[in-house]
C-alpha cells in the first residue's frame, strides 16, 4: 500500500481494514491474536503491523495528522487504553474539520432488518445471532 501523501496513504489503510472487517474475512481476529513462534500467521501479522505503523509514523511526521497518533493496539496490558481512543473518536464528531460523507446513514428499517437478519459473519461461522 503505497501512496505518495501520507494522508492518502493513511485514509488508503483505514479503507483497506473497515472493507475487510465488514466483509467478515478474519483480519481483526488475525490483528488481535495472540500467535506462538514463528507461525505463518504470526509472521504474517508481523508484517502487517510493520506496515501500519510505518503508514501512521509517516503521516504523523509530515504533520497530516496529530503528533500523538500511534498505532499500537492495547488489551489487557493496559486497560484504561479505552479512554485514550475514545478521545481520539469524539475529537473525530467535532463539527471542525468536517467533510460531506458519500454514504448516507441507515434508515430505522435497515437498522431492524440488521438485527432480525443474522449477519454473514454469523453466518460464516456456523451460528444466528
Sequence with gaps: MSAED?????????TSSCE?????????????????????????????QQTIE???RRAVDSGAVRSDLVPEVTGATAPE????????????????????IDVPPLTPRQILLSLLV???RSRRRGRAT
Excluded: K, Q
Excluded at 501520507?6 to 483505514?14: C, I, R, S
Excluded at 487504553?81 to 460531506?100: K, V
Design 20 to 48: 475487510l472487517e465488514a466483509a467478515a474475512s478474519g483480519y481483526v481476529n488475525l490483528m488481535s491474536t495472540h500467535f506462538e513462534g514463528g507461525s505463518e500467521l504470526a509472521v504474517l501479522r508481523t508484517e502487517i
Design 81 to 100: 487504553a479505552w479512554r485514550r481512543n475514545l478521545a481520539f473518536y469524539l475529537d473525530a464528531f467535532r463539527p471542525e474539520g468536517a467533510h460531506p
Design 6 to 14: 501520507p494522508w492518502d496513504g493513511l485514509v488508503a489503510y483505514l
Design 54 to 56: 510505518a503508514v501512521v
Design 118 to 120: 443474522p449477519s454473514a
